[in-house]
């Protein structure tokens, strides 16, 4: 409950930040596309990882007002960096949305008016939802269905790790597969772990859809990752989430 106050005077306050990790092409690491990560820059404590607070904000309810504040915030930048480059690459900016976000009759339109407001068009917009945040909810499955109408994509984040994972994408209209870093992490040196995430790209190149492959941390795994079939990729290897400014600078550099 502490936590829950602290959050909400921290919104008042203006305390929270997004930087962005960006989503490349292998082999080349062309940027591609920026996921928006929330960070708090506490008075006292300095900088907040999501972990640390997202569940308290999602446990009390302010997910709501503040996920509406990250798709705002994620929204205008991402239209300030088409202002800067224009529009002749097709990348694309990632928002992480919960399960608490979704099963909120309207939140469709609060998506909308995201890009109203910010004129950023709606094929440059992915959400990124768990398996978990949609597994059995029908307000859930609605709010996709909302946001697809509109041309946003839809990513299925943490692929593999929750539940359900194949049912549902019968059932939700998912453009994208994000594998979660666990079923990255000993590609290279086990052949069980390599067999999964080749049978995972394999299943989005079958039923076409993308796949981004997370948490890539090695020349080796990004080299393995793409002789697997996988062409977008994210992780530290690459580049770790920044200011939005410097993605702005890698776009301009890139084009
Ligand atoms: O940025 P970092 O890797 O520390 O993020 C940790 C977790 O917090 C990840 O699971 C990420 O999806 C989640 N997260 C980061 N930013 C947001 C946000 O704006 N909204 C929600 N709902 N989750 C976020
Ligand atoms: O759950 P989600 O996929 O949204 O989480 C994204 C989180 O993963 C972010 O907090 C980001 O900082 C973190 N992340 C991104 N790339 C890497 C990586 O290569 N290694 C590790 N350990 N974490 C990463
Ligand atoms: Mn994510
Ligand atoms: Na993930």
Redesign the pocket.
Known sequence: AQLGAELRLAMDRGDFRLVF?PVVRLPDGVTVGA?A?IRWHHPQRGVIP?DEFIPAAERTGLIVPLGAWVLDEACRTAAGWLHEQGATRSWMVSV?ISARQLRESGFARRVAAALHTSGLPAARLMI?VTETAVFDSRAATESLNEIAALGVAIAL??FGTGHSSLGLLRNIPVSVL?VD?SFIDHITHSTAEATIATAMVSLANGLDLGVVA????SAAQARQLHLMGYRLS????FAR?MPAAEVGELLAAQS
């Open positions: 990790q996921e990560l999501p992480n990124e984040d943490d994000k870093k997370e948490g890539v941390e994210q992780g530290y290897h989430p």
